[in-house]
């Protein structure tokens, strides 16, 4: 390297400029020479490992949460049965109606309190043990949830299956947290809205898998329904077997445990690379800024300025997903069928297409997320499923008087299922690990994460109730709230399709003197109008030889960026 810096720049190296790398800052004065590494061109990587750790971690703990969600659906009226088969013999009297369809709301919703329970302690425990220890030891509580669920109609007792389906809430609450989190963390910033959108892929996935074990055919009968319900402690078992020889997050191994050989072993795991510098030095600059910034609380979050916004929106984005009416659907499917007139047998069979649909949905836009982009794809989603909301309305009250317009419901139905895995499906889980830094990503994670399992319970409640009490116009509520969460995305909610970490914490700061080289478009951009746009001195580093890329310096406000062009 050059000792000096020189402020020449020939005509040959003024043609065809562009910005290619990010930048590094760097305090300097007058002459002192300017530090930094050459970027060697980077050896061929793999991302064979990354996707051995991506579905060690997806059809491992999202998968539970899918499965859970849908395993009561089709066989739930064999499991009112064993609960009024369970009173009789301890009463000798039946169950009345209202009782029975409390216990069975409450079963049901009691699953988003574990839920809730699970969110609010998945930041401690993830924080503590990592990411990828809390997945593991999470598996513990699967194995106890299947092991209540499983033995309560041996054990003739319903109050078991309830406290199972808490202890099922509890251990799906963690993994809705730390899965997103471990995924968001492994994978590079090209494809973060890929891996993210995994998440709901297999959430989806299990659901699917739940909805079709759980059908007359197979395990949804009096006979084969415990097995359903311990059916969970399948990909617990797949998780202990595969994400044990996935490495931990390298991010919580440099950043939160200071343990740098760890952290880039891990990185040349799953990047199959030994070129992890550029990756390794990013996080050596965020750990830097972890220490300089205080530790963040969930009041820390609404005193600062800065965090306060990110926050909201991460919360209207959840409750968007759950108050869409998704869970009514998931829920309550069948019975939704069949009161748009098919038979109980024909009600399971579409439920089970739209877990189809829905699956193959998510996969799509796992697909398309990092080129469409996150805040396009939420609000198409949203109009969508706001519009066929209201036809699923109109449809199900004319259908008494035109027949025909039964299947238009179930059309309807589908749509707005395809058009919730486009956005709403997947979005808000990994947009909140985006939205914030290292330090209160933690408490952002946990707030999200209770503020959906809140509305998803409050859902569970809520529905069966305004079902009876409104009948066919139970959505109408629904495509309110789709309407003003599409005019709150298309207001408030930034675009971080592409963009690091820290420039997405960037957007809610105060402007600052002087502009950053990251805000540059990707583009061309000259040394002319470098120059015009700073305003200032473009130094060259080290002149470069044949085949190399010369390196400037842009100096701004008493500081430097270093900025490679080809």
Known sequence: MADDTTPLLTE???????????????EFSGSENIDYRRIKPNEKSSKSHLALAIIACILGSP???????????????????????TYFDRYNDFMSDSLLTMLWAITVAFFCVGGMLGGVSAAYFAGKYGRKSTLLLNNAVAFTCAALQGCSKVSKSFEMLIAGRVVAGICCGLNSAVAPLYLAEISPVSLRGFCGTCNQLSITLGVLIGEVIGMKQLLGTEA??????????????????????CPESPKYLLVNKGDDDAAEAALIWLRKTQDVSEEMEAMRKERVELRNSPKFSVMDLWRTSELRWPLIICIVLQMSQQFS?????????????????LSKESSQYATVGTGAVNVMMTFVSALIMDRAGRRTLHMIGLGGMCIFSIVLVVCLSLQSTLPWLSYISIVAVIIYIIFFATGPGAIPWFMVAEMFAQSPRTAAVGVSVVVNWLCNFTVGIVFPVLQKAIETYSFLPFSVMLLLFFIFTYMFVPE???????????????????????????????YESLKNRYSTQVLIIDPPGIDETPEYSIQTSGRSEKVEFQ
């Open 12 to 26: 040959q190296l003024n043609s065809n400029v562009s910005l290619r790398s990010q930048t590094s800052s760097k």
């Open 63 to 85: 998968l539970q949460i899918g499965l859970n969600t849908a395993i009561l659906n089709a066989p739930e009226e064999v499991i009112k049965e064993f609960y009024n088969e």
């Open 224 to 245: 084969f329904w415990p097995i359903l319900v311990a059916s969970p402690a399948i990909p617990a078992i797949y998780s202990l077997a595969t994400l044990t020889f």
């Open 325 to 341: 009416g998704i869970n009514a659907v998931i829920y309550y499917s069948t019975s939704i069928f069949g009161s748009a007139g």
């Open 496 to 526: 971080t399709k592409g963009k690091s970490i820290s420039e997405i914490t960037r957007l809610f700061k105060s402007p600052t003197v002087g502009s950053s080289v990251n805000d540059l478009p990707e583009s061309d951009i000259s």
